[in-house]
T-cell receptor
Framework: DAGITQSPRHKVTETGTPVTLRCHQTENHRYMYWYRQDPGHGLRLIHYSYGVKDTDKGEVSDGYSVSRSKTEDFLLTLESATSSQTSVYFC????????????FGPGTRLLVL | AQSVTQPDIHITVSEGASLELRCNYSYGATPYLFWYVQSPGQGLQLLLK??????LVQGIKGFEAEFKRSQSSFNLRNPSVHWCDAAEYFC????????????FGKGTRLSVIA
C-alpha cells in the first residue's frame, strides 16, 4: 500500500471555526490532491498540488485553501467551517497528473455543527 | 475537458451472478481510463486501467474492462460476483494533455445478495 496518512481521521467542529486537515506521504510523489466525497456527488476535486508551493484549484475550491511547504505534506484549510463542508475528505497522490494511478489515503470524516 | 458518466447509481446482483457496470466518457482523443473500488469506510483502490493497446484489460479480484472507442465506453465486468465485492465503484478518465487531473464519475454502489 502507498504510504499515505491523513490526520485527523475524525473531527467534529462548530460553524465558523477554522479547520486544518493534513495529508502526509512517504512516496515522494509529485502530485497531491484533496477531494471531498458526498452522497450523490461522488468524488469532487477541491485543490491539487504539482510541487512544493505549486497548487491549483479544482471543481469545488470555494471556502478552502491549501498549502504545500514540503513534498510530503499537503494541508487543507477550511478558513471558517460551514455545515455544507460536512463531508469525508480524501487525499490522493500520483507521480503524474493524467496517466498515473492515484493512490488514496484512508479519509477524514468531518462534521460541522 | 474530459467528463465521465456512470449511469447506474445502485445495482444489486446475486452472489455468483455476472456483473457489468457501465462507464461512458467524453474526450476528444484517446483517454486514460481507470476503475477504482471503495469498500465501506475505506479509501479508493485501483482495480484496473487502460492506456493503450489491448482494449480488454484485466484487473484485480477477477474484474476486467473493455474499452470501446465507438461507444465511448469502458464497462467493468465480473463473471461471478462474491459477497465481498459489495462496494462502490468509480470510473475515472484522464486527458492525454499532461496537465489536468483525473475526472471521476459519481460512482455505482454494488450490493450482493445471497
Amino acid at each position: 500500500d502507498a504510504g499515505i496518512t491523513q490526520s485527523p481521521r475524525h473531527k467534529v467542529t462548530e460553524t465558523g471555526t477554522p479547520v486544518t486537515l493534513r495529508c502526509h506521504q512517504t512516496e515522494n510523489h509529485r502530485y497531491m490532491y484533496w477531494y471531498r466525497q458526498d452522497p450523490g456527488h461522488g468524488l469532487r476535486l477541491i485543490h491539487y498540488s504539482y510541487g512544493v508551493k505549486d497548487t491549483d484549484k479544482g471543481e469545488v475550491s470555494d471556502g478552502y485553501s491549501v498549502s504545500r511547504s514540503k513534498t510530503e505534506d499537503f494541508l487543507l484549510t477550511l478558513e471558517s467551517a460551514t455545515s455544507s463542508q460536512t463531508s469525508v475528505y480524501f487525499c490522493a497522490i500520483s507521480e503524474r497528473v493524467d496517466r498515473e494511478t492515484q493512490y488514496f489515503g484512508p479519509g477524514t470524516r468531518l462534521l460541522v455543527l | 475537458a474530459q467528463s465521465v458518466t456512470q449511469p447506474d447509481i445502485h445495482i444489486t446482483v446475486s452472489e455468483g451472478a455476472s456483473l457489468e457496470l457501465r462507464c461512458n466518457y467524453s474526450y476528444g482523443a484517446t483517454p486514460y481510463l481507470f476503475w477504482y473500488v471503495q469498500s465501506p469506510g475505506q479509501g479508493l483502490q485501483l482495480l484496473l486501467k487502460y492506456f493503450s493497446g489491448d482494449t480488454l484489460v484485466q484487473g484485480i479480484k477477477g474484474f476486467e474492462a473493455e474499452f470501446k472507442r465507438s461507444q465511448s465506453s469502458f464497462n467493468l465486468r465480473n463473471p461471478s460476483v462474491h459477497w465481498c465485492d459489495a462496494a462502490e465503484y468509480f470510473c475515472a478518465v484522464g486527458a492525454n494533455s499532461g496537465n489536468t487531473p483525473l475526472v471521476f464519475g459519481k460512482g455505482t454502489r454494488l450490493s450482493v445478495i445471497a
